[in-house]
């Protein structure tokens, strides 16, 4: 009896006692609030206030699925409210609220999963966030790897903001605020079991609070968080929605050593590793040195730097170290490393 | 970083260029008619290309980008036939990364992934002997590819596995051997290779000996080089060098690494473990003479073939194809007709689209935009 407590059982899931006391016990007990604790099938939010705050919503969803679930930086459930949350913010709005939904494997330890759970809490509580409404499913061991976990979110847009990649112009600077590659080193060194003793960590981080600040600046074009594909996809998508294409210094990209050393090795670019913490931001060649300011005096930018600029050829190129410019391929599919 | 940043120094590769050009202008060749030199390993031609050297090049010389990836000249039979070794129920087939986008007939690794098979990435085979013996009740299988330079780890994975008696584990073996390739492309017709760059990583195991018939009975100089830009700019030059000084020999750039007589103990290990088996097809290639390697009789019941019987399958490469043209220097990798259209690194028709150290995969990576052009014009020649 006692084992069977250990574990995610699909009594969980059942909408029975079982699955009651574990939403009671395991999830209103961490993400606690008054939204969620009126437990209706749905958050009922004052419209009043979010209209206070600005002129638009900003509405997101994203699911998660990594392996492993733990890394160092974080887990699964930390990434499920940053990666939302940083979706919310790169569109110029203030994350509120976020819903989460579950999909647990039978046979799930219930210590893994209070593990999840309590980060997920911590990090939307320590960022304003608020976990309103949720889900959880069970399925039968095999049919999930262990937890996958959705969350949708939605923040307000203040009046004045109106970034996107439409606004691109020629001659802007691109600005990373950040090391590139952090978290996909960190997950392929686990996942693959590399065991290289990298001393990085996944930089899986809420960035609300360093991208407000940019709200103020005029000449703030673009952002993205430069997730999966890497800053090289955003790259690519900035070029092709605004038409214009993006030259970046391959001396001018912040990496750092243990993130070089892996790819080098594999064979891989750390442009098209995933990031969980960092952005990039277009912005007029007016406005650089205030955003790059800016985003040094957050704990989360300090290593922001500038990596290239807007141009008139519409296609994505890499200035190299001997300052030869090619162009910038999309892997076509996940980067393998190489056999030698 | 170490031994990366020092052999990248922008000033060191300027000077180095500066030489290079002032002494290309004393060769014997012309822009119209340049010097051909042969960058055997596909390891070389990736970093030409993501360093962009072939453009920092004098007009007198020219790049040529060899067969030395061993995913590219791999057949399309051999990977039927993994494929078949894979969909066996209790088998765990275990491959190089690179290896499992590389098309057969039937699909590839992947695809056999997609159909149910247990096909897994590792990074080494000691990799596989460990999952060989975690999983008692499974067959472990190896895809042991490449040239000298995977070789010596191969072999040292199935000593151990001797050692420890196991009867899980086997390899499916694809190595092949460089020197044997070589010889079978400067007996071709019509070939002007000039000059070459061995692999450094090859040369670490096997040593510079066996280069020296490319000198004595080829008469090319050949320069054992690294994989770092500075490496091969200086390699270039010291082959410039014995063009201008009409000398031919095996000279060694790569010293740090690479001693004269090679690794010993590695040579030994292959020695234990492979042997050299008659001919081999290659993709691109066609059959090349004493260029495949087998088990040795002592190592035979780890022989992946011996114990699944798989088809044998010959698959003929597509016949609009100009694979081996490239890889011997009679055309670059757009000039082929299926360039960039019935050829891609998403669909893969050549040997050298498939792997990301293929010439035309890293052709199509570097320079696709700004042949485009060229391209067009040399189709609409051909249609016309």
């Not at chain 2, 897994?120 to 060989?132: E, F, I, M, N, Q």
Request: aromatic letters at 6%.
């Amino acid at each position: 009896m006692s084992e069977r407590n250990d574990v995610v059982t699909m009594a969980h899931g059942s909408g029975g006692r079982a699955m009651q006391q574990m939403i009671e016990r395991m999830f209103l007990s961490a993400f606690d609030n008054p939204w969620l604790n009126e437990r209706e099938d749905g958050a009922r939010l004052s419209l009043a206030a979010l209209s206070q705050q600005g002129d638009r919503l900003a509405f997101t969803t994203d699911s998660y699925v990594i392996d492993p679930i733990f890394f160092p930086g974080g887990n699964i459930g930390k990434l499920a409210v940053c990666g939302t949350a940083n979706d919310l913010s790169v569109s110029g709005a203030t994350p509120a609220y976020l819903s989460c939904g579950f999909i647990l494997e039978e046979g799930l330890p219930m210590d893994d999963l209070q593990k999840i759970v309590s980060l997920m809490a911590q990090t939307a509580r320590d960022a304003g966030i608020a976990i309103v409404t949720g889900d959880t499913k069970v399925v039968q061991r095999g049919a999930a790897d262990k937890i996958f976990i959705n969350t949708a979110g939605i923040g307000v847009i203040p009046g004045d903001v109106a970034w996107g990649a439409g606004q691109i112009q020629c001659g802007d600077k691109v600005i990373v605020s950040g090391t590139l590659g952090d978290h996909g080193a960190t997950i392929l060194n686990l996942r693959e079991q590399l065991g290289m003793d990298l001393g990085i960590q996944s930089d899986c981080a809420v960035l609300a609070p360093m991208v407000t600040p940019l709200r103020t600046v005029s000449g703030v074009h673009a952002l993205r968080d430069a997730t999966r594909g890497g800053v090289n996809a955003i790259l690519h998508e900035f070029s092709e929605a605004s038409g214009f294409g993006i030259s970046i210094d391959e001396n001018a990209l912040p990496v750092k050593p243990a993130v070089r050393g892996i790819c080098e090795l594999l064979g891989l670019e750390p442009l098209n590793f995933a990031n969980e913490g960092k952005l990039v931001a277009v912005v007029s060649a007016q406005a650089e040195d205030t955003v790059l300011k800016l985003l040094r005096s957050h704990p989360l930018g300090a290593d922001a730097a500038t990596i290239g600029e807007v141009t008139e050829n519409p296609q994505v190129c890499l200035r190299g170290a001997l300052g030869v410019s090619r162009q910038l391929m999309l892997p076509h599919t996940e980067p393998l490393p190489r056999i030698c | 970083m170490r031994f990366v940043d020092e052999f990248r120094d922008p000033k060191l590769a300027k000077t180095l260029i500066e030489r290079l050009h002032k002494r290309a202008a004393q060769l014997p060749y012309t822009a119209e008619k340049p010097m051909q030199i042969m960058e055997v390993c596909g390891g070389h031609t990736h970093a030409i290309f993501k360093f962009g050297l072939d453009k920092l090049l004098p007009p007198q010389l020219e790049f040529i980008h060899g067969p030395g990836c061993p995913v590219c000249v791999l057949p399309m039979g051999r990977i039927d036939a993994c494929c078949e070794i894979a969909a066996h129920a209790d088998v765990i087939f275990c491959t190089f990364g690179d290896a499992l986008r590389v098309p057969g007939k039937q699909g590839s690794l992947l695809n056999a992934r997609e159909r149910g098979a247990d096909v897994r990435v590792v990074y080494s085979p000691l990799d596989a002997l460990k999952l060989a013996r975690e999983n008692p009740q499974r067959q472990v299988v190896f895809f042991a590819l490449g040239f000298e330079t995977t070789l010596p780890v191969t072999a040292v994975t199935l000593q151990q596995a001797r050692r420890e008696g196991l009867t899980n584990f086997s390899i499916f073996c694809q190595h092949i051997s460089l020197i044997p390739t070589l010889r079978s492309l400067l007996q071709q017709d019509d070939v002007r290779i000039d000059a070459f760059l061995a692999p450094g990583h090859v040369s670490m195991v096997i040593g510079t000996a066996p280069y020296h018939f490319i000198n004595t009975q080829f008469d090319k100089p050949l320069v054992v080089s690294g994989f770092e830009p500075l490496d091969m700019l200086q390699s270039v030059f010291m082959l410039v060098e014995q063009v201008c000084e009409a000398s031919c020999k095996t000279e060694n750039q790569y010293r740090r690494i690479v001693p004269e007589e090679g690794n010993v103990l590695a040579q030994n290990a292959i020695r234990e473990v492979f042997q050299l088996s008659g001919s081999s097809e290659w993709r691109g290639l066609g059959l090349i003479e004493e260029s495949g390697i087998s088990l040795t009789e002592a190592y035979r019941a780890f022989d992946a073939e011996r114990r699944f019987s798989p088809q044998t399958q010959s698959v003929a490469d597509d016949p609009r194809s100009r694979c081996g043209d490239v890889l011997t220097g009679r055309c670059k990798p757009h000039e082929c007709p299926l360039f960039g259209t019935g050829c891609t690194p998403h669909n893969a028709f050549g040997a050298l689209m498939v792997s990301s150290e293929g010439a035309c995969a890293a052709w199509y990576q570097y320079r696709y935009q700004e042949n485009k052009q060229e391209q067009q014009e040399m189709k609409q020649k051909v249609a016309g």
